[in-house]
């Protein structure tokens, strides 16, 4: 690894340990960052796969409903009948704080079902697959916002890891075998400086 272009001097040396002590320090910081990061994705991770398979099952049980009010009613009876229907989710969007990573949090209400068709030319399945499509709307919202949390940590993860590594791996060992180095030469130049005023003395005395 190639040393930094710095003098060998003592000025250079105690500038040198300086910077390195705050980049171990920001090192210790970065890693403990990455560690709660990494803890935070995980539990979201699982959050989301739960949140997903629910989605994915109140869907399959919403789409049955739904087949079943086709083949009772006709596909034409059943897409004008749902045009009657109106859903709505008023949305306001947040944010909280993970070690300084914004996260993004939903808040949300979704309004009462409130179907505009009358009996006639409805059915008990056609109710059944609206109401179940409208309870599995809360979840695919929550799980829009469990995943988009998921992605900020994730971004932010990856940005800690190659900053994490860039210390550990090129920066600190960089500055730690420049500072030997010097060290070195510094031990060197006060042996020679010793030496000559040895030799001089010697001269003197003789």
Same mark, same amino acid.
């Given at each position: 690894?190639?040393?930094?272009?710095?003098?060998?001097?003592?000025?250079?040396?105690?500038?040198?340990k300086?910077?390195?002590? /705050?980049?171990?320090?920001g090192?210790?910081?970065? *890693?403990?960052? $990455?560690?709660?990061?990494?803890?935070?994705?995980?539990?979201?991770?699982?959050?989301?796969e739960?949140?997903?398979?629910? /989605?994915?099952?109140?869907?399959?049980?919403?789409?049955?409903?739904?087949?079943? =009010?086709? *083949?009772?009613?006709?596909?034409?009876q /059943?897409?004008?009948?749902?045009? =009657?229907? !109106?859903?709505?989710?008023? !949305?306001?969007?947040?944010e909280?704080?993970?070690?300084?990573?914004?996260?993004?949090?939903?808040? $949300?209400?979704?309004?009462?079902?409130?179907?505009?068709?009358?009996?006639?030319?409805?059915?008990?399945? +056609?109710? *059944?697959?609206?109401? $179940?499509?409208?309870?599995?709307?809360?979840?695919? +919202?929550?799980?829009?916002?469990?995943?988009?949390?998921?992605?900020?940590?994730?971004?932010?993860?990856?940005?800690?890891?190659? $900053?994490?590594? =860039?210390?550990?791996? !090129?920066?600190?060992?960089?500055?730690?075998?420049?500072?030997?180095?010097?060290?070195?030469?510094?031990e060197? /130049?006060?042996?020679?400086?010793?030496?000559?005023?040895?030799?001089?003395?010697?001269?003197?005395?003789?």
């Amino acid at each position: 690894m190639p040393l930094l272009d710095v003098p060998p001097t003592k000025a250079a040396l105690l500038e040198l340990k300086e910077q390195l002590a /705050v980049a171990k320090s920001g090192y210790d910081l970065l *890693e403990e960052k $990455r560690e709660v990061l990494i803890s935070e994705l995980l539990n979201i991770i699982d959050d989301a796969e739960s949140f997903r398979r629910e /989605v994915n099952e109140q869907l399959v049980s919403a789409f049955h409903a739904l087949m079943e =009010a086709i *083949e009772t009613l006709g596909p034409d009876q /059943v897409k004008r009948t749902t045009l =009657a229907c !109106i859903a709505e989710a008023h !949305i306001t969007l947040t944010e909280r704080s993970v070690m300084g990573v914004p996260i993004p949090l939903m808040k $949300r209400k979704l309004l009462k079902l409130a179907p505009q068709y009358g009996l006639l030319g409805t059915s008990y399945a +056609l109710d *059944e697959a609206l109401r $179940r499509f409208y309870d599995v709307l809360e979840r695919i +919202l929550r799980l829009a916002e469990t995943e988009r949390t998921a992605w900020h940590l994730a971004i932010e993860l990856k940005k800690t890891q190659r $900053r994490v590594n =860039a210390l550990e791996n !090129i920066f600190i060992p960089q500055y730690e075998e420049t500072i030997r180095y010097i060290e070195e030469r510094l031990e060197e /130049v006060e042996r020679e400086t010793i030496f000559q005023m040895k030799l001089l003395k010697e001269k003197k005395g003789g």
